[in-house]
């Protein structure tokens, strides 16, 4: 059991450090100092207190991405879809403060009620690519592209259309609500510990309903063998709703937080790519809650360090996003390597 | 408008389908040969920068093409590499490659950003290119645009008039029954998936050397078409004319999109360009909603008149994807 932990350990560590030689490479081939890319990157995202606040604000929508990935992936559900559930998030959290903002309510409540919209318009939307899965028999991963594409296209259409600025309508997005209204944030920086507590709600949450519960128990039997969980008499689809319906609203709290504590407005690209990123974690720790945490923040400290690279090195940030790729890849090779020629002695 | 500018405008529609027309091909013959290649999305993005880069250093046209082929050839063999041989999800190492290759163009691509390179240019075909309305739409183009026609009608006879072809269904369809009448199902699923990929590949030039030419980085433009692609395969039933019809459609809209923004100003010009979208997702419902059990009863249930009529049309809309789509082939 030890061994077979250690020698999975060391897959995963193989992984990260041929993933960094591929980059490497990638790097010399473009004349670029791999050394000096990414130092740039480490100190650009813990170089100091304000730049690693701003790896956790990467770090908060996520993590929460993540953990709502989990659940349907538990189910044996692909939702791709999740981008576009942090959107709806977004976009409901934005028509909650806009319909209280001129009210008596304490801002206190007004952010507390434009959160849990923002769950209920993620899960909502999740639901839709549900709905379109269990009774239009569209599978998920195309049902849920399509709803993401709608999903920007609703946000452009509101930025541009009812929720204007004054004046005239631009890719910055809506008019920016008080700061009263923001989730508090640390003095002199940008993250907002209350975010962070959610955030790590979300996984805690995640852990315990897929380790220590029932349900949790009877999701992960619909994943394995929908057939044979049918026959037992679990109730499949309900359960398959279920998943979408608390990844949705994980995604949506995500999006929530993007606009109460981040950007205090609806901009066009909101969801900032961190329903694929969250995928991509999510396969990177093999569907295992406990190493969503660190994984996680180690990808957000990657998009963050990677803003440097354009100031200081004139390469372009994407740089973060191959070699997170690279990574998920080699793991993925990895793991199927060991299945095919590791043998079963040691699995 | 008069009728020369709608001409114009149809013919426009027809050549800036060309890309989306080899990507949906490119995956039908993949997914008809049970691999699902979801890296599209990412390959035609890395095929579009690729190509253009070596076209813009070599002043090679003809360069460029082969290597945005070759560049979805090498995605699709490890999409194949890590389906067939590892027997790992094709739908994970797809969706990773999708992302991974889109960040890998945008980096390498820096350098070509804004920069103005080699274009193809149209070649009227003699003679048939002066016939009144046909000669503007069709044979008024650039020599991918042509290819791009015949690929259609090529792999469809291929695909169902030709003995391989017929082999092809085969290993999508019942793998098993396929080895036993003498198919090497993996290497042919191998074969298909780097072929496919390659024409998956040849939609990235077609893009940066022809109907979008150049490279522009994120504001390119081509973030997106992949996925489209990829529901517009379902939409055709795996069939490249019903594919290709899916395409003319997609195209069709989004120059409706367009021409239509004076009329329609209310609207914001990124929301009709996206039209398109929701109108997917309905017709996908459509295309699968017979394979829903709950329909099965519906219909059960339904007066004998009635029921003749929904199955009917049920059945005409409906596509099912390859039975062994997505799943590894094991000898035993």
Same mark, same amino acid.
């Given at each position: ?33 791999? #050394?000096?890319?990414?130092?740039? #990157? ?6 100091? #207190? ?88 569209? &599978? ?7 709803? &993401? ?19 005239v309508a631009s890719m910055s997005g809506t008019v920016p609500f008080p700061d009263e209204f923001s989730l508090p944030l640390l003095t002199d920086l940008r993250i907002s510990p209350w975010a962070l507590a959610l955030a790590l709600m979300g996984i805690v949450f995640v852990y315990f309903l897929l380790q220590g519960t029932y349900f949790g128990l009877r999701l992960k039997a619909v994943g394995k063998n929908f057939r044979a969980a049918y026959l037992l008499g679990i109730p499949t689809w309900q359960y398959s709703m279920y998943s979408f319906l608390i990844c949705g609203a994980l995604a949506g709290a995500a999006g929530a937080i993007q606009v109460a ?21 999510? #396969? ?18 990657? &998009? ?44 | ?24 091909? /490119? ?6 040969? /049970? ?7 990412? $390959? ?8 253009f880069a070596v076209a813009y250093n070599t002043n090679n046209i003809l360069l460029g093409f082969l290597t945005g082929m070759l560049i979805g050839a090498v995605v699709a063999l490890i999409v194949a590499f890590a389906g067939i041989t590892l027997k790992q999800s094709q739908v994970a190492v797809g969706f990773v490659l999708a992302l991974t290759c889109r960040d890998l163009s945008y980096f390498l691509g ?28 069709? %044979? ?10 015949? =690929?259609? %009608?090529? @792999?469809?006879?291929?695909?169902? *008039? $030709? ?33 496919? /990929? ?5 939609? /990235?030039?077609?893009?940066?050397? @022809? $109907? *979008? =030419? ?10 997106? %078409? ?15 004319? *019903? ?33 398109? %979208? ?13 394979? =829903?059990?709950?329909?099965?009863? @519906? ?8 029921? *003749? ?14 039975? =062994? ?8």
């Amino acid at each position: 059991m030890l061994k077979g932990r250690l020698g999975n350990l060391a897959y995963q560590l193989g992984a990260l450090l041929l993933s960094f030689g591929v980059v490497s490479l990638i790097l010399l081939a473009v004349g670029a100092s791999p #050394m000096e890319a990414f130092r740039n #990157m480490f100190n650009g995202s813990f170089g100091s #207190m304000r730049k690693f606040a701003e790896v956790l604000v990467a770090f908060v929508p996520l993590l929460l991405v993540t953990a709502g990935l989990l659940v349907t992936f538990a189910a044996g559900l692909w939702n791709i879809g999740v981008e576009g559930q942090v959107v709806l998030g977004a976009i409901a959290t934005t028509w909650v403060y806009r319909f209280f903002l001129d009210s008596s309510l304490p801002p206190a409540l007004v952010i507390l009620l434009a959160i849990l919209g923002g769950m209920l318009g993620g899960a909502l939307w999740a639901a839709l690519a549900g709905l379109l899965k269990v009774f239009g028999g569209v &599978n998920e991963i195309f049902g849920g592209l399509g709803l &993401n594409f709608v999903a920007t296209a609703l946000t452009i259409y509101l930025i541009f259309g009812p929720w204007k600025r004054p004046g005239v309508a631009s890719m910055s997005g809506t008019v920016p609500f008080p700061d009263e209204f923001s989730l508090p944030l640390l003095t002199d920086l940008r993250i907002s510990p209350w975010a962070l507590a959610l955030a790590l709600m979300g996984i805690v949450f995640v852990y315990f309903l897929l380790q220590g519960t029932y349900f949790g128990l009877r999701l992960k039997a619909v994943g394995k063998n929908f057939r044979a969980a049918y026959l037992l008499g679990i109730p499949t689809w309900q359960y398959s709703m279920y998943s979408f319906l608390i990844c949705g609203a994980l995604a949506g709290a995500a999006g929530a937080i993007q606009v109460a504590a981040v950007y205090h407005r609806l901009i066009p690209s909101i969801s900032s790519g961190y329903g694929y990123l969250g995928l991509m974690v999510a #396969m990177l720790i093999n569907y295992q809650a406990v190493w969503a945490v660190p994984v996680a923040l180690f990808f957000a400290a990657l &998009n963050i360090g990677s803003i440097q690279l354009p100031i200081l090195m004139k390469l372009d940030s994407s740089l973060a996003g191959v070699l997170q790729g690279v990574l998920v890849l080699f793991v993925l090779l990895g793991e199927g390597v060991r299945q095919k020629f590791g043998g079963r002695a040691n699995s | 408008m008069t009728q020369e500018t709608i001409l114009i405008g149809l013919a426009g529609v027809l050549a800036s389908a060309s890309p989306l027309i080899f990507a949906v091909i /490119g995956e039908t013959l993949s997914e008809r040969a /049970g691999v699902i290649n979801l890296s599209m999305n990412g $390959t035609i993005l890395l095929a579009a920068m690729g190509s253009f880069a070596v076209a813009y250093n070599t002043n090679n046209i003809l360069l460029g093409f082969l290597t945005g082929m070759l560049i979805g050839a090498v995605v699709a063999l490890i999409v194949a590499f890590a389906g067939i041989t590892l027997k790992q999800s094709q739908v994970a190492v797809g969706f990773v490659l999708a992302l991974t290759c889109r960040d890998l163009s945008y980096f390498l691509g820096n350098p070509y950003m804004g920069v103005s390179g080699p274009r193809l240019q149209a070649v009227p075909i003699p003679v048939l290119s002066d016939l009144p309305v046909v000669g503007r739409l069709f %044979f008024q183009h650039d020599v991918i645009t042509y290819i791009s026609f015949a =690929a259609i %009608f090529l @792999a469809w006879a291929w695909i169902f *008039r $030709t003995r391989p072809g017929l082999m092809l269904q085969g290993i999508g369809e019942k793998p098993a029954a396929a080895y036993i009448r003498g198919a090497n199902v993996n290497l042919m699923r191998y074969i298909y998936t780097v072929i496919g /990929g390659a024409l998956i590949g040849l939609a /990235g030039p077609a893009f940066s050397l @022809a $109907t *979008r =030419a150049g490279w522009m980085g994120t504001i390119s433009g081509l973030d997106g %078409f992949g996925w489209i692609a990829l529901s517009i395969t379902i939409f055709g039933g795996w069939n490249p004319l *019903r594919g290709a019809f899916g395409t003319y459609l997609f195209a069709l809209l989004q120059w409706l999109g367009l021409v239509l923004q004076p009329v329609l100003t209310q609207v914001p010009s990124q929301v009709l360009q996206v039209a398109p %979208f929701p109108l997917m997702i309905l017709t996908l419902l459509f295309v699968n909603i017979g394979n =829903a059990e709950w329909v099965e009863r @519906a219909l059960a249930a339904m007066p004998d008149s009635a029921r *003749r009529v929904f199955a009917k049309l049920l059945r005409a809309m409906r596509t099912s994807p390859p039975a =062994a789509l997505g799943v590894p082939f094991e000898r035993d």
